[in-house]
């Protein structure tokens, strides 16, 4: 099962939460963040819980965002090395989705980052804006693995 913890303002947009009691991600990346670019369209921000790698893809339609995340994770992990069985694993758990409100403050920081980065960079394409960010080093990750991009890659190791 995928969880996607949304912003209160993508949350808006893409329907309330819908996390029950006791559910967990079930996917091997585990839970990811979501918010949106304000943007003129408006552009979805997904960031790995563990890893903080960002995934990019258009918001419009909202109501399809949730669904089409999915296919855009697998592309990302295609990009940073991941094999095609833990791609079509991970796919096969992203079938079920819930909605649930953030949770952890250190994560919507780090979107918050990528969103200042990502505003003064517009003028590039997503999957250009996409890599960009994921080799931005992030705080979180300095003792580890400094950048999302090589913070995946070690799970992908695991």
Request: overall charge positive; some cysteine.
């Amino acid at each position: 099962m995928l969880i996607l913890r949304a912003t209160k303002k993508l949350r808006d947009r893409i329907g309330t939460p819908d996390l029950r009691a006791g559910e967990q991600s079930t996917t091997a990346l585990g839970e990811w963040y979501a918010t949106r670019f304000a943007w003129r369209p408006d552009v979805l921000l997904l960031v790995n819980e563990p890893t903080l790698l960002p995934v990019l893809l258009p918001l419009a339609p909202a109501a399809t965002a949730v669904s089409r995340a999915a296919d855009r994770i697998a592309a990302t992990m295609t990009t940073y090395g991941a094999d095609y069985a833990m791609i079509a694993a991970e796919v096969e758990q992203m079938r079920t989705r819930r909605i649930a409100p953030t949770a952890n403050r250190s994560v919507v920081g780090i979107m918050t980052e990528f969103t200042f980065l990502a505003d003064r960079s517009r003028e590039r394409e997503l999957d250009d804006l996409e890599t960009w960010l994921a080799a931005t080093p992030c705080s979180p990750l300095y003792r580890t693995h400094t950048t999302p991009k090589n913070a995946f890659r070690h799970s992908l190791a695991r």
